[in-house]
């Protein structure tokens, strides 16, 4: 089992529509969770962070956290073409001091 | 200015040869990381130090080397390239916090 686990997609949603996007992970002792946003042939860029359990909304993001369940996700309302990237899931693992593990990404596309 | 810069952007070399790669940061963060991405693979660590003196092996650093020159600067050599390091290389920085900032990435290909 990978230590963080992402569908690869291609995840296609409508323009204004809710875009979610899921990630596992298999350590129960994980402390910090971060989605990053990539466009083709750039560098990820962070969107968020989260460290407790329940809902952190940053404008048209929301992510969600449930440690019991050991999966993270990322809503993003009001989808727009923009919007169309790879999502990377990342994940500090307990006692991993400063090493982040990478999801591989969901591709998400946005259609007009 | 970018706050963490690479050099160079793209490079294309042929098997067998040592190249560089140079990474620069004015964010004064202490951690310093070296990723390669390869398409459907996600990010994988090669090296990561958390300080001029602290050097460690990521999980696939096999082929490569690491130099941590000043708080600033951390350099990945690839001592002999084989086709299979073509990939996008990114170097990161962190500071006291877990969020890690990314480079623009350099674009290897070995032929």
């Known amino acids: 089992q990978k230590e963080v686990e992402q569908n690869s997609g291609p995840l296609s949603v409508p323009e204004g529509a809710i875009a979610s996007l899921n990630c596992t992970y298999s350590?129960?002792?994980?402390?910090?969770f971060f989605w990053y946003r990539q466009y083709s042939g750039k560098s990820p860029e962070l969107i968020m962070f989260i460290y407790s359990n329940g809902d952190k909304e940053d404008g048209r993001f929301t992510a969600q956290l449930n440690k019991a369940s050991q999966y993270v996700s990322l809503l993003i309302r009001d989808s727009q073409p923009s919007d169309s990237a790879t999502y990377l899931c990342?994940?500090?693992?307990?006692?991993?001091?400063?090493?982040?593990?990478f999801g591989q990404g969901t591709e998400l596309s946005v259609k007009p | 200015d970018a706050d963490v810069t690479q050099t160079p952007r793209n490079r294309i070399t042929k098997t067998g040869k040592r190249i560089m790669l140079e990474c620069s940061q004015t964010?004064?963060?202490?951690?310093m990381y070296w990723y390669r991405q390869d398409p459907g693979l996600g990010l994988r660590l090669i090296y990561y130090?958390?300080?001029?003196?602290?050097?460690n092996k990521g999980e696939i650093s096999d082929g490569y080397s690491v130099s941590r020159q000043a708080q600033a600067k951390f350099s990945l050599s690839l001592e002999s390239a084989i086709p299979n390091q073509t990939a996008l290389y990114f170097c990161?920085?962190?500071?006291?916090?877990?969020?890690?900032?990314f480079g623009p990435g350099t674009r290897l290909t070995v032929l």
């Open positions: 130090s958390f300080d001029v003196k602290d050097i």
């Open positions: 964010k004064g963060h202490d951690r």
């Open positions: 990342a994940v500090k693992l307990y006692n991993q001091g400063g090493k982040l593990i």
């Open positions: 990161a920085t962190a500071g006291t916090t877990d969020t890690q900032y």
């Open positions: 350590d129960r002792g994980s402390q910090s």
